[in-house]
Each structure stands twice: as C-alpha cells, then as structure tokens.
Nanobody, 129 residues
C-alpha cells in the first residue's frame, strides 16, 4: 500500500502561480508513474499531467501545456506540479495518483483515471478573476 498526500492548494488571483506537491508514504515512487488530475463538482475527473519516476518523462493536458511543469524529488519522495499563469478555469480539486509499475506509460493510458492504483484526498485550487 502507498498513501498519497497532496498539499499546496489555495486561493490565488488569475495570472498567479501555485506549486502542488504529492508526498508518498509506505513506499518510494520508484517504478511508479504519478499522475495529476483535477475535478470540478459535477464533472468528470480530468487529466492534468503525469511523470514517470524512473526517467522523468512527462505528459501534459493541452489545457495546461506551457503553463505547468511536473517534476520529482528523489530525496523527498515527492512529485510536484508547478502551475503558472493560472486561470479561473483552473479552479478544481487537484488529485495525485500513483500507478505501480508504470503500466500506464507502457500502454499509453497515463491520462485515464482507471490506470492508477492509489489516489490522494485532493487539494483545492481556487483561481479568482
């Protein structure tokens, strides 16, 4: 088992930045793929970004590409999502998720929620206009 805890959410004005972090306990992220998703009440959870721990390969949704950077910190066993130039439409609960073994990258399903084994509780991001 692995427990994921997100942090770093909050209220920010449009154009501002936030850095979300996902910390894992129970085991290291080695051999994992870690994804970031977001969800607005009443809508489906959508893919934001992902990173494969072992080689750092990242993917981004078109909606955040160029404004966000997903990175990993081996020493802290955390994955971060730096989001810049935030827009009101970025407002959502942000979740990190872990895919043991990185199968989502092998199958190209890293943007699908079904590919991930473990989920955090989420952190609220609110962008005011």
């Amino acid at each position: 088992q692995v427990q994921l805890v997100e942090s770093g959410g909050g209220l920010v004005q449009a154009g501002g930045s936030l850095r979300l972090s996902c910390a894992a306990s129970g085991r290291t992220f080695s051999n994992y793929a870690v994804g970031w998703f977001r969800q607005v009440t009443g809508k489906e959870r959508e893919f934001v970004a992902s990173i494969r721990w072992n080689d750092g390969i990242t993917y981004y949704a078109d909606s955040v590409k160029g404004r966000s950077t997903c990175s990993r910190d081996n020493a802290k066993n955390t994955v971060s999502l730096q989001m810049n130039s935030l827009k009101p439409e970025d407002t959502a609960v942000y979740y990190c998720a872990a895919d043991l073994g990185g199968k989502t990258y092998l199958s190209g399903t890293y943007s699908r929620t079904s590919g991930y084994n473990f989920w955090g509780q989420g952190t609220q991001v609110t962008v005011s206009s």
